[in-house]
């Protein structure tokens, strides 16, 4: 991978609308930063199935974690190809009709066969990686050997990828422009609500900042 142009092939070239497609890898990565869960599609025993899961980015790779008694998961490690996606609703489009409603959006497509994270210190770090991109600045204590050894850790190369983008806001036909009707954009975002604590929770500890102003995205 040199540069940051991502070069489409014939599985991420963007055909329908292609004036909404993005081939920056900067792009790329800012909306899998922003992104808590991917869907993970592969084909187990003959059938598809889609694994919604976490995602992080680390680098030019996308990492994900669960179970090996997961099924979809241990074929991704065995090395079936998969078709991984993200997307981020923007704003709800209100146009004039039923074909003009819509959303703007920013999405991921990546294409790409596994590869199974073995070293229990490479593990370690993805535990620590995961904690913090999901929770920045959270503390928690050392994972136990018996933890890293019952979780299964696979990694997608960032190669095959494309984005697309809407960002466009109402597209009517012209002439429901005169309509007696309201249209417009809703937008949307992640927001967090006030930390509550564990039920557990030792007395005397208080909510950290990095819960109390928790916030993702732009």
């Known amino acids: 991978m040199t540069g940051s142009t991502l070069s489409p092939t014939e599985r991420t070239r963007v055909r329908l609308h292609p004036e909404r497609a993005v081939y920056d890898r900067e792009v790329m990565y800012r909306i899998l930063d922003e992104a808590l869960v991917c869907h993970v599609g592969v084909v187990v025993d003959?059938?598809?199935?889609?694994?919604?899961?976490?995602?992080?980015?680390?680098?030019?790779?996308?990492?994900?974690?669960?179970?090996?008694?997961n099924q979809s998961l241990a074929a991704l490690a065995a090395g079936a190809p998969a078709c991984i996606t993200v997307t981020l609703i923007d704003s709800i489009v209100a146009g004039r009709s039923g074909f003009g409603m819509s959303m703007d959006?920013?999405?991921?497509?990546?294409?790409?066969?596994?590869?199974?994270?073995?070293?229990?210190?490479?593990?370690?770090?993805?535990?620590?990686?995961?904690?913090?991109?999901?929770?920045?600045g959270?503390?928690?204590?050392?994972?136990?050997?018996k933890e890293i050894a019952a979780t299964l850790f696979v990694r997608f190369p960032l190669t095959e990828?494309?984005?697309?983008?809407?960002?466009?806001?109402?597209?009517?036909?012209?002439?429901?422009?005169?309509?007696?009707?309201?249209s417009g954009v809703i937008p949307l975002q992640l927001t967090a609500g006030e930390p509550r604590n564990c039920s557990a929770l030792?007395?005397?500890?208080?909510?950290?900042?990095y819960a109390k102003n928790y916030r993702r995205g732009r």
Request: hydrophobic residues 40%.
């Open 46 to 69: 003959g059938a598809p199935r889609v694994l919604p899961t976490a995602i992080v980015r680390i680098g030019d790779f996308a990492y994900i974690h669960g179970s090996p008694a």
């Open 105 to 136: 959006y920013r999405s991921v497509m990546i294409f790409a066969a596994a590869e199974k994270i073995v070293d229990p210190g490479e593990k370690e770090r993805l535990v620590a990686a995961f904690i913090e991109d999901i929770c920045p």
């Open 138 to 145: 959270h503390q928690v204590r050392a994972p136990k050997p």
């Open 161 to 182: 990828a494309s984005v697309k983008i809407r960002n466009q806001g109402v597209v009517d036909p012209e002439e429901d422009y005169r309509l007696d009707t309201w």
């Open 202 to 209: 030792k007395h005397g500890i208080a909510v950290p900042d």
